[in-house]
């Protein structure tokens, strides 16, 4: 069963990927959070440094709802030398729902349809699909799929939740098991697989499922796949982690409290995955300056090691 990385947008940014990737191994794609072609057919400059080969590896996806705009933006992708993008049907932000897009264009199985069609009859590149089950109601999937079975998609990728669900309860294996039945496509399952032990269980109960996807899991674990494959976990891979991370986002970003922004954001699930203790945890979330943030970390990792 191969792994992907789920394209978390404000979290697995360039940085993150590139040290993950040059950290971990076992990651079979990266997916690039969503970028989305303006009116006048352009990426913004901060598209564009995200898809700079430097930062772009794997698979862009693109927020759209506009074919016309969809197909120019995949031509000038598949410019750039990506064979595949990635269709957001999935994102439950209210700003992007509200205009038809993401997740919000599920609730117009007329508009999506001819969207479909023009995407499907002209794009230069392959298209993958990543949906969640419908707008309001898990009710929606069948009208939903039967539609999706209709293209030609590389895959689809069911977040197994509506997004009127947001990410709260749990995701409704019942309508995977459905998908596995009735798609066309291949399918790919993404939805709270945070642990090794969730991915063996949920492959032992899925046998058939050839690809996952996993986002937070990532986060609460980085070395997820080589858990998955057996592997531990050990002190210095995530000490090599972290320092890698956080001398990243000094060289990129050098402001001294967003820095410290997104490393908490990092230390927000990283911590519960190595199972500290909420001292330790609140020291690094109370830090303000970098020496405070850097004694705090010193501390937690020499928590994990004393357990390890």
Known sequence: MTVYLAPLEGVTDAVFRRVHRDCFSGVAKYFIPFVSPTQNLAFTARDLSILAPENGFGVPQLLCKDAALFLWAAQALGDMGFGEVNLNLGCPSGTVVRKHRGAGLLAYPEELERFLDGVFEKSPV???????????SPEEWPALLELFNRYPARRLILHPRSRA????????????????RESKLPVCYNGDLFTAEALREFERRYPGTESV????????HPGL????????ESVEALRRFHQMLYD?????????????????????CLGKGMGLGPKILKAIH??????AFETAVDNAFAEFAARA
């Open 126 to 136: 392959a298209v993958s699909l990543k949906t969640r089950l419908g707008m309001e």
């Open 165 to 180: 669900e947001q990410y709260g309860g749990s995701p409704h294996r019942e309508w995977y098991d459905y998908t596995l």
């Open 213 to 220: 996807m996993c986002g937070r899991g990532f986060l609460y």
């Open 225 to 232: 796949v080589n858990l998955y494959n057996g592997k531990t």
């Open 248 to 268: 990243g986002y000094r060289a990129q970003i050098g402001t001294e409290a967003f820095v410290l922004c997104k490393m908490k954001e990092v230390w927000a």
């Open 286 to 291: 109370k830090s303000m300056r970098y020496p």
